[in-house]
């Protein structure tokens, strides 16, 4: 059986975008401020998806200009993942309970 | 196996981790493991669209060689400098990469826009007004960013404000959504220079929003651009077809207004009035002298004094971070506990640069986070506190704002720490604060100053509890 990409146009594209935005809304909704730079932090890393799309332009491209564009756009791109990536897990690395109070906070 | 349906799968199961690792990064429990998951999806969304070199279009079939190598080269590049860069960073220095590798997310999907819109890939107005909505975005996000970066790495200083400011950052809007609209009316059939010109407006517009903000407000306006560079991500994945970026650029899209919106709250004020008014540009001289004076005391005195609490609340600010005390801190905090007294860190919501990067600083130095507790669940309890300790803290531990309606930051939330029984602020001079207001609270009575460096007022009193020997 043949398969070929489900083109993701008109209805199908807003049902997506409404239920994304959705799922980043409740996300952030209930989130001690003390995550709240580590979370900034971390939905910056997962744009870095956009690095993807870079890396489709750029090996679709069939001009000098598209591939000048298109290096830009991958490295730029990369930088975003990889440092938002860095940033965020160091951050994050720093959250550690207290031992001498073991309960939770809440 | 077929190419196009392991790409799908594979985007299929990054678009998870991303939404389950940022689940798991909102709660402090679960947040370290979080971002290990996403970075997982990462890999392999990035691994998988390498399957398209596989099937790429016959334009491009000539170049493919010299595009792969372009594009391992672009990744190797991009990720070795950030994952450098990132890795280097000083903590207090969070908030200015943030911004950094923000604008060069919104810059990819800048690039992603140009390269359709130049190569006349795009058809039909949907994806056209898409892919122009998106490319301005995503421009604006990365020049707005640079400067965002630059102004708190204190490489631009001061702001650009002059009266028609407003006036001309308007035209500037209403020219580029003219052409965004010829752009489409013309079914994005329009000569080179037109797009050239578009994309440099855009550029130019992201300056000059961001060139009148001062540097107090940066933290709503990385917020806000991190939420752009979200949705023109989202935009761009319409444009390719692409539903991993489709999800997780509108997923941070929301995330991040909704961020933007809590932290402007948390100052009181608007977005619309953190991005368009002149805040701090009058004042000065409408305020009046302070009544009565600054009454400076030893640090080694207030060491003992807080020694001999039985509560003690701390409020930290940037200037601890900045004099890098959060260590020294903690070690005071320790000798505190020790000693059977009761202490607890109040954290002002834009404490910091950004809200939350106080607790990333404490966090740092190794402090537990339930002895930190957020505004609103503390702010009752000073009235109780035998000592309120304010180190490098100004305009978030201001009265003004709770009583003085003339003063620029009246209505700001604040820390009540002018309600305990004994006020002690370490500062290094008698200056003011970030929004250049005078702090009634440090003419208080019942207030001290303990002038000097933070981390060196932090040894002496550390030293001071020490001379007292060990006896509890």
């Known amino acids: 059986m043949e398969y070929s990409t489900t083109i993701l146009t ?38 870095g998806i956009v690095v993807v799309g870079a890396l489709w332009a750029l090996l679709n491209a069939s001009s000098l200009p598209e591939q000048i564009i298109g290096f830009l756009g991958v490295l730029l791109g990369a930088g975003n993942a990889a440092g938002g990536y ?21 | 196996m077929n190419a196009a349906l392991l790409i799908d799968a594979s985007y299929f199961v990054a678009a998870f981790l991303f ?47 010299t595009n792969l190598t372009l594009a391992l080269l672009a990744l190797a590049i991009g990720l070795g400098w950030a994952w450098r860069s990132g890795k280097k960073v000083a903590m207090t220095e969070m908030p200015q990469m943030v911004a950094l590798y923000n604008g060069m997310g919104g810059g990819a999907a800048a690039a992603i826009a140009a390269i359709e819109l130049i190569g006349y890939k795009t058809h039909g107005s949907i994806s056209l007004s898409l892919a122009v909505l998106g490319g301005v975005i995503g421009a604006v996000s990365l020049s707005g960013s640079l400067i965002a970066w630059a102004k708190l790495d204190g490489r631009i200083n001061g702001t650009l404000r002059f009266n028609a400011l407003q006036l001309v950052n308007g035209g500037l809007l209403l020219v580029l959504l003219a052409m965004g609209a010829y752009i489409v009316w013309q079914g994005g059939a329009v000569s080179m220079p037109v797009f050239a010109v578009f994309f440099a407006l855009a550029l130019v517009y992201g300056v000059m929003m961001t060139m009148p903000i001062g540097g107090a407000d940066m933290p709503v306006v990385i917020s806000l651009y991190n939420a752009f560079t979200g949705l023109a991500v989202g935009f761009e994945g319409y444009v390719l077809n692409n539903p991993a970026l489709m999800i997780a650029g509108m997923v941070v899209g929301s995330a991040g207004s909704l961020l933007t919106l809590l932290m402007a709250k948390a100052m009181n004020r608007s977005v619309a009035n953190v991005l368009f008014s002149n805040f701090g540009a ?26 001999y609490a039985t509560k003690v609340i701390i ?31 109040a954290i002002h919501p834009v404490a910091g640069r950004m809200p939350g990067h106080m607790n990333v600083l404490l966090a740092e130095a190794g402090v537990p986070y339930d002895i930190i507790y957020d505004m609103e669940d503390i702010n009752n ?28 930051i009246y209505g700001m939330p604040i820390l009540n720490v002018d309600m305990a029984k004994q006020v002690y602020v370490v500062k290094r001079g008698q200056g003011k604060g970030y929004s250049g207001v005078e702090n009634a609270l440090f003419y208080a009575d019942n207030t001290q100053m303990v002038y000097g460096d933070a981390q060196k007022v932090m040894v002496s009193m550390i030293q001071a509890i020490k001379s007292l020997g060990g006896g509890h």
């Not at chain 2, 005391?297 to 807080?306: E, P, R």
């Not at chain 2, 890098?324 to 320790?334: I, M, T």
Request: proline share 5%.
């Open chain 1, 10 to 47: 008109g209805f199908v594209a807003l049902y997506i975008f409404m239920l994304a935005a959705f799922t980043g809304f409740e996300i952030i909704g209930r989130v001690p401020a003390i995550l709240h730079t580590p979370l900034m932090s971390g939905s910056n890393f997962i744009h």
């Open chain 2, 282 to 307: 009058a004042g000065d001289e409408e305020q009046g002298e302070m009544a009565g004076s600054q009454k400076p005391i030893d640090a080694g005195d207030a060491g003992i004094n807080m020694r």
């Open chain 1, 86 to 106: 860095v940033v965020t897990e160091r951050m994050l690395q720093m959250f550690k309970p207290s031992s001498k109070s073991p309960k939770a906070k809440e």
């Open chain 2, 381 to 408: 309890e000073f009235k109780d506190a035998d000592v309120a300790i304010v180190i490098g803290a100004n305009d978030t531990v201001n009265p003004a704002a709770r009583s003085n309606k003339s003063s620029p």
């Open chain 2, 19 to 65: 939404i389950y690792g940022l689940k798991r990064m909102s709660s402090p429990l679960t947040a370290r493991s979080g971002i290990v998951v996403a970075g997982a999806g990462m890999v392999l969304a990035v691994l998988a669209s390498f399957l398209y070199t596989l099937d790429v279009n016959e334009a491009a079939k000539p170049h493919l060689s």
């Open chain 2, 315 to 345: 409020a930290p600010g940037y200037g601890l971070a900045v004099a890098q005390a959060q260590h020294k801190l903690y070690e005071l905090v320790k000798l505190l506990q020790d000693a059977d007294v009761e202490v607890k860190f």
